[in-house]
């Protein structure tokens, strides 16, 4: 995330005014933690709240933190105004979601006009090891003013 | 879901018990309201703290709900003891999810001793109408006891 | 494929072109055996040279007439002179495609100005006996003239 | 693809004949020109009989290179005597695939003993200049002898 994929203050305000206007990442404990041009990063504890029979964080919370860094990065390289959809993503769950944190890196993969192409990783925090849980790929489309 | 599709109420225990032991399923409010053999149907209320920044359901919500449905019909078809993992899983978002209630339904496509294919259907309701937000097609593989 | 679902001649004569102007069609052997409004049927041998390993269709072939009957099922909904994108489509292989002949069938879930999702089911028949192989879900971009 | 990605000769063969047991390869005219340990590569010519309507490669080709250089990596990681079935793919396509040559890039991103989670990248050259069109994400489970 060097120089270059620096966002001015209006697009990372914009991007930071739309996560605080989703309930769900407060549900969620989910904090917006790097935004950058065509990267944005998400954590979330797993919270008691969160999770699947046995404990591990439940495959909801993974997704939910992955399809929103995607579709933030997403955001992050559109025009003042605009705002975006997912239309479909896919997740792999590679290894169960143990530990204490989440963190969910969401890239674009292909900018553009009509559509979006993306992808996020999440990885799983387990006192301080890190193990890489989901990836997931999807299509935004960008919603005009 | 005739009588062929009736599960033995030790089956039925068996899913409730999972399901009851799913933090995320309380806390999103979802509710299991239908389990026969082969299909299961989930609901929850869009509610407050499960939206995303324009009040509409979040996409969050209605995989947990459509990844679950279908997750819970896969195992509703596996030997006693058996438990059950999603490995992969594809939402098409078809509509914003307006309104009170979301309703998810899944079914088994293909049943299987190593993989199970899945899917899933999500509606909202809103005043009475329904509409079709999400359909999941996905993975799930089957864990011997 | 009623009534409501009749094309007229121009759009028949529409699809027909531009499947005949595929010359992947050609070299698999496809035939589009049925053209109505949200729904296309393909056709295709499996030939010697359209194999894999152990002789069944190759997944290329499969993949190959799913997408087409999906693409044309999109463009069967569209005005006048637009064309139609596959911008992604997952399958899943659910079955040995073993037999003389594969069968795509394309509809259209959602269509949409910006987007239609899309869906397969690809069939074999083996001395008359059908057998389910695979089934695709995608979405496609309207191109306008 | 250091040294330790250098497959036995024995695992190479069982790879190339394998390969050359597709008769799909070889209409398509796809020559394997990279084995290692977790990263296969394919290359195919896009034939005049290898088109969409406007002339570009058919989707068709780009799925059966990049699922087939997927394949071949989950085999390279494979103990003697395995095969491997791909369950699901998901193509993701980038940009028009134009040009002379495609080249299909596949890798393992997890690999395991009930199913191997993989990814390919295809590429397409035209007088030199590379495009990125197309990307898969897809589970290929191991069939033991």
Request: hydrophobic share 45%; aromatic share 4%.
């Amino acid at each position: 995330m060097g120089n270059d994929a620096t966002l001015s203050p209006a697009q990372e305000a914009r991007i930071r005014q739309s996560f605080g206007a989703q309930s769900m990442m407060a549900t969620l404990g989910a904090r917006l933690v790097g935004v950058a041009r065509g990267q944005v990063r998400i954590e979330a504890p797993i919270l008691p709240g969160s999770r699947q029979q046995h404990g591990f964080a439940h495959a909801g919370l993974t997704f939910a933190i992955g399809d929103s860094a995607a579709g933030y990065a997403a955001l992050s390289m559109m025009p003042e105004g605009h705002e975006v959809l997912t239309t479909e993503m896919k997740i792999h769950l590679l290894a169960p979601a143990k530990g204490d944190l989440l963190v969910a890196t969401g890239r674009v993969i292909r900018p553009g006009r009509r559509l979006v192409i993306v992808q996020a990783d999440v990885h799983a925090l387990e006192d301080g090891r890190e193990s890489h849980v989901a990836f997931l790929t999807g299509t935004m489309i960008p919603l005009a003013p």
